[in-house]
């Protein structure tokens, strides 16, 4: 087969790499529906993360199951599947309080941008699809993968609640379905920060009920100036910078809570600015597996359209131009078909 290669910064290689195959008794092969690039996949990209060696790109993924292991019990060859960007066993205790992206037998998925993925732990890992889903759904179902279930687990991890004050930090994917997620689960207020006109017209489509373009401490002042000086109840991080962590922080309210999810990249947090924030901290790789029945049901009942973050699609081939359009913030997020 062919698929995606990293092999420094903006050489991104769509070559000839052997097909997986069972490795271990309860891994699965799937042939791939449809995949796309991450956020995250651009930081080794543009240099950011140092990639010492070829790396296979990609993780998130939904298709076909071709071909299962010995031990894998519930997975089905022939099923449409959709599995998380972190592979889990979905028995140990993490994974029973619900933090599979902690499982202590975690694996982080990789070689998705291909035409066929070896996924580890395919009982715990994959979630199976009722039927084969209609062509204009896969975008949607694609997008629980990761960047839906990061956005939901952000609302989740902020406590988002009905009528509450919602404020989301960054207009990638990620934070646009985080304004989704919110809206979804009743948020009163929500507040985008962005200051591209596209993606606050998407971040308002999707339910942002105000727009701050300020950053920094012009943002934090918008955001207290619109709730009564307090701060917000929920504040969603999802870029992963120093100023985008620390504009979440002081943009919510004491008692409030901040989730996290973009990768931090030089992010240091200060003891005493935090001892007396006085706020609830959560974040980190979202436990994706947690939230997928529930998203996929959305999706397939209808009730969310989240495949609209994918602003440009591609064939497979093409992978590297799609790094380049997101690279250059030409495209939110791009979608591959093999
Ligand atoms: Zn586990």
């Known amino acids: 087969m062919r698929a995606t290669m990293l092999y420094g910064p903006r050489d991104v290689r769509f070559e000839e790499r052997p097909d997986p195959t069972i490795l271990e008794p309860t891994d699965a092969i799937i ?166 006109e596209q993606r606050q017209k998407l971040a308002l489509e999707f339910g942002a009920t105000d727009i701050v373009t300020e950053r920094g401490d012009a943002g934090v002042a918008h955001i207290k100036e619109l709730t009564d000086g307090l701060g917000a109840d929920s504040v969603l991080e999802c870029v992963g910078t120093q100023e985008s962590m620390q504009q979440a922080i002081r943009s919510t309210r004491p008692g409030g809570y901040t989730s996290y999810v973009g990768v931090p990249h030089g992010v240091e947090l200060n003891g005493e600015g935090l001892f007396f ?33 994918f602003d440009l699609q591609l064939p497979l081939a093409q992978v590297a131009d799609a790094y380049r359009a997101m690279d250059e913030r030409r495209a939110i997020k791009v979608l591959l078909w093999p």
């Open 277 to 309: 924030a006085l706020i609830h901290l959560l974040g980190g790789p979202a436990p994706v597996r947690r939230f997928l029945p529930e998203l996929i049901d959305l999706v397939w009942n209808r009730k969310i359209n989240p495949g609209k973050v």
């Open 31 to 196: 042939k791939m529906t449809a995949t796309c690039v991450c956020g995250s996949d651009l930081w080794p990209y543009r240099g950011l993360e140092p990639v010492t060696e070829p790396r296979p790109m990609g993780h998130e993924y939904c298709g076909i199951v071709e071909e299962v292991g010995s031990e894998v019990k519930l997975i089905k060859p022939g099923q449409f599947v959709v599995g998380s960007f972190v592979a889990s066993d979905n028995t140990c205790p993490i994974c029973r309080s619900g933090f599979q992206s902690g499982c202590v037998h975690r694996a982080f998925m990789s070689g998705a941008q291909a035409p066929l993925l070896r996924v580890p732990l395919a009982d715990g890992t994959l979630v199976a699809i009722p039927d084969v889903p209609s062509k204009d759904l896969i975008p949607s179902l694609l997008t629980t993968s990761d960047v839906l279930g990061t956005g939901w687990f952000a609302a989740d991890a902020a406590n988002v609640q009905p009528g509450k004050t919602v404020v989301v930090v960054g207009d990638g994917a990620v934070g646009l379905l985080g304004v989704l997620s919110a809206r979804q689960m009743g948020a009163g207020r929500i507040i985008a920060m962005s200051r591209n």
